[in-house]
């Protein structure tokens, strides 16, 4: 399912979301993670990261730069997930896993390659390409 959102300032955000047996993969359909839709994408995958099952993974993959603002809100959605649930990260560039790397935070959340997140994946009914 793709999920197309629009922050008070007009930016347009797009999300898919993905089951799977353990939880939910939110891949992140935009080129860059800053400060033009760092709010909105912070709400709208907290939002989701609630009822998202055990582990919620964050398909970064499509994501080729973040800035503090992007990083910023990944730390929030991280420190609100409910106890007992998990987030991980998957699919980061070099330039994005450089981000986690310098502020250490590559030590603190879980980061696993892109293949490892789709091969776990479970495609979901009706998914909407537009």
Same mark, same amino acid.
């Given at each position: +399912?793709?999920?197309? =959102?629009?922050?008070?300032?007009?930016?347009?955000?797009?999300?898919?979301? +993905?089951?799977? =047996?353990?939880?939910?993969?939110?891949?992140?359909d935009e080129k860059r993670l800053d400060a033009a839709i760092a709010t909105a994408f912070k709400d709208k995958?907290? *939002?989701?990261? *609630?009822?998202?099952?055990t582990q919620v993974t964050l398909d970064l993959t499509p994501v080729e730069f973040m800035d503090s603002s992007?990083?910023?809100?990944?730390?929030?959605?991280?420190?609100? +997930?409910?106890?007992?649930?998990? !987030?991980? !990260?998957?699919?980061?560039?070099?330039?994005?896993?450089?981000?986690?790397? !310098?502020?250490?935070?590559?030590?603190?959340?879980?980061?696993?390659?892109?293949?490892?997140?789709?091969?776990?994946?479970?495609?979901?009914?009706? *998914?909407?390409?537009?």
């Open positions: +399912m793709t999920l197309q =959102d629009e922050s008070a300032k007009g930016t347009k955000m797009q999300l898919s979301l +993905m089951p799977r =047996d353990d939880g939910l993969t939110i891949r992140v995958v907290r *939002t989701l990261a *609630t009822h998202g099952g992007g990083l910023g809100a990944v730390i929030a959605i991280f420190k609100a +997930m409910p106890s007992g649930r998990s !987030l991980v !990260l998957s699919g980061l560039s070099p330039n994005v896993e450089r981000v986690f790397r !310098l502020t250490r935070m590559d030590k603190v959340m879980t980061i696993i390659p892109a293949a490892t997140a789709v091969s776990s994946a479970v495609p979901s009914c009706g *998914t909407d390409p537009a």
